[in-house]
């Protein structure tokens, strides 16, 4: 299938392109973005989308949420991190089925869709059912068996499961893994050690939640015996690429440190970091000390939604107000913490992440004819710091418009 996207103002993300570009079109042919250029003719059978006076930029990618915790928005409201999973989530969690994390992780695609969000990096359980809801609505989706040492659980146990799933879907281009660990504080160090060992063997990233709060430090000094978590990346974490998601409680001399090693991804999480009282990352000094830092939502259970405008705003926000400098954190800087920071996170920059010839075709389209944007004086920062997911008009996911004129095409 072909589709013409005619007459757009785009934002490709792309470095060989100016930033804002007039009256683009971009021609689609199957999954791959074949052209970029000014009056493209379409052909027989090609359809054509007008996006005059929108915006057509990435999709959004998402580098730490858990699908299927729709299911458990708006629990969390009073509750500490480790008090609220101990208390509400994990009790639940157990008697979940795979027809409840089916239907909650089709929820969240939905709403990502509808939201802008193309691509997602996931962390939860059941993962077939999670992969099945993905399939089903069309959504990019990153996933993992989820390495969490306990009786049932080990390093042995996940690695069997992940080497399943890598095989059961080898040829689906539309999901891909990596080597999930919950925490260094849940988890034993014999099982981090052969969790790692095997995602280095396989050329596979680790996406693992770290130092998210207060009291995890001090479980993680306790449980390894060590100084600083950051001990504990320099030791097991220098081969492989590596997603940290949260990164809250790091001092200046451990961001110093993390620096160092040239695999490191933050995922930033600020509206959970922020409901769950956890603090506010040193993200504005991860940036200057070279760190590649993306965006994520958490799961709905902590990050309420998965509208990636609505982080984006938080992002910024936040680091112009701790560190009361209005020249931090540059709107077009956010939207590529959103886009092609994300898919640098996953391994996926040479596929998704910006709008550019031979690239997959994830793309969205923004109407900005709205009260709260006009008028436009500064596009980026109208996009970071006014639009929203209803904003989003049309989305496309490897090809495929999921979403036209606000109109949900998944069945």
């Known amino acids: 299938m072909q ?7 785009l934002i490709s993300m792309d470095e060989s392109r100016e930033k804002y570009e007039e009256n683009i079109d971009i021609l689609i042919n199957n999954d791959i973005i074949e052209k970029i250029g000014r009056n493209i003719l379409p052909e027989t059978n090609v359809k054509v989308i007008d996006a005059t006076g929108k915006i057509v930029m990435p999709g959004l990618i998402n580098t730490h949420a858990h699908l299927p915790m729709s299911i458990f928005r708006e629990t969390i409201d009073g509750f500490e991190l480790q008090e609220w999973l101990k208390e509400k989530i994990w009790p639940i969690e157990d008697k979940l089925t795979s027809e409840d994390i089916y239907e909650a992780t089709y929820l969240s695609c939905i709403e990502m869709i509808k939201t802008g969000c193309t691509t997602i990096n996931d962390m939860y359980f059941m993962t077939d059912y999670i992969i099945k809801a993905a399939l089903k609505t069309g959504i990019r989706l990153q996933t993992t ?10 390093a042995e146990i996940r690695i069997e499961e992940l080497k399943r799933l890598i095989n059961t879907y080898k040829n ?19 099982d981090l050690k052969e969790f790692i060992e095997f995602a280095k063997n396989n050329s596979m ?11 995890e430090i001090q479980d993680i000094k306790r449980d390894y015996n060590v100084n600083s978590p950051m001990d504990v990346i320099e030791k097991y974490f220098v081969e492989v690429p590596v997603i940290l998601a949260h990164a809250v409680k790091l001092t200046d001399e451990e961001i110093n440190r993390l620096s160092k090693l040239k695999n490191i991804s933050v995922s930033h999480c600020p509206v959970s970091n922020l409901k769950l009282g956890c603090g506010v990352a040193k993200i504005q000094n991860m940036i200057d000390n070279g760190i590649n830092v993306s965006l994520g939502t958490d799961g709905q259970g ?12 938080f992002t910024a926000l936040l680091q112009k107000g701790v560190n009361e400098n209005p020249k931090n954190l540059p709107a077009y800087e956010v939207i590529k913490m959103a886009t092609i920071n994300g898919a640098n996170a996953l391994g996926l920059d040479e596929e998704i992440g910006s709008i550019k010839e031979n690239k997959k075709a994830d793309l969205i389209i923004l109407d900005i004819n709205t009260e709260v944007m006009q008028p436009v004086n500064d596009i980026f920062s109208d996009i970071v710091y006014n639009a929203k997911g209803t904003n989003v008009e ?5 090809g495929k418009i999921l979403m036209e004129n606000k109109k949900i095409k998944v069945k």
């Not at 689906?172 to 014999?190: C, P, Q, R, W």
């Open 3 to 9: 589709i013409l996207i005619k007459n757009a103002n």
């Open 145 to 154: 068996k989820t390495l969490m040492s306990s009786p049932a659980d080990s």
């Open 172 to 190: 689906e281009d539309m999901i891909s893994f990596n080597a999930g660990v919950h925490g260094l504080y849940t988890t034993k160090e014999e």
């Open 205 to 215: 990233l680790v996406h693992m939640h770290f130092c998210e709060n207060s009291q």
């Open 302 to 313: 902590s990050g309420s939604n998965l509208d990636m405008f609505e982080t984006m705003k």
């Open 394 to 398: 049309t989305t496309i996911v490897n």
